[in-house]
């Protein structure tokens, strides 16, 4: 049975109470979480980005039958790319932009202030652009601080954009937001407020009538119910468009270079 980690990530300064991961075993029917927790929670992680990514990328590979879906843009529009393929770029990422801030403004001077979006994040309705001021941490940190060392480690593939390898960790993208809207219920679930909560608990309520997801234990249930930021349910989210995702279409040249959301949840 492969095992699946639905990944809600983040760049913030305490980006390791912010990553949250889901981990299940992929199957036909309702997926089962056996796990959600923060990165914080991993062993050797921390609140700092740093190290927190540091610690989820040696849990990514702790086992190889492994597909994991992370919430972060893998990639830039293919003008921007600007290498021979896509593993080129990864692996040059953070010398051709030193830090956030500079991948911010490079990539905004780049197209004139023009937020260019990626075909995926056209087609598939992503909310931002990778460069987006509320994205920007996060693929800065994802590409340089995640993806990058895994594929210089040769401890992983990302797809589509790189050939899979059978019993080594796939890493893809996902996109709550897009799966959220595809289902047609998007409703403001990230706050405090008993609105909010009570907006996470239709949106689980949808993903187990959907039969999409099993009802978790009461104890997970309050987890994601009780997490503020919808963090945790986005991962697990996550972990149900991989389970139901198609990983064997064929690939362009876009496709190897930008990247390709998988959301839909039907």
Known sequence: MTRILGVDF??????????????????????????CRPAIDLPGSSAKPDIAIAALAR???????????????????????????????????TRRFVDPLSFHDLCHQATGGIEVKRRTDREDRTPFNSFNLRLYRQTWWGIGHLLAPLVAADSATIWPQMNKRAG????????????????????????????????????????IAHGFLAPPKRSLRRRLLDNQGGDALDAVIGAIAVNRSDFNAKRDRVDRLEGRVYFDLG
């Open 10 to 35: 983040s760049g913030a300064q305490d980006a390791g109470r912010k990553i949250w991961v889901a981990e299940a075993r992929r199957n036909d029917g309702p997926l089962t979480i056996n796990d």
């Open 59 to 93: 849990h990514v590979v702790a086992e190889r039958d492994t597909i994991v879906g992370c919430d972060f843009p893998f990639s830039l529009p293919v003008e921007l790319v600007q290498a021979k393929d896509w593993r080129s770029f990864a692996l040059d990422f």
């Open 168 to 207: 080594w960790p796939t890493i893809v993208e996902v996109c709550a937001a897009c799966s959220l809207i595809r289902l047609d219920c998007y409703p403001s679930y990230k706050g405090r407020t008993l609105a909010h909560r009570k907006a996470r608990q239709r949106i689980l309520d949808l993903l």
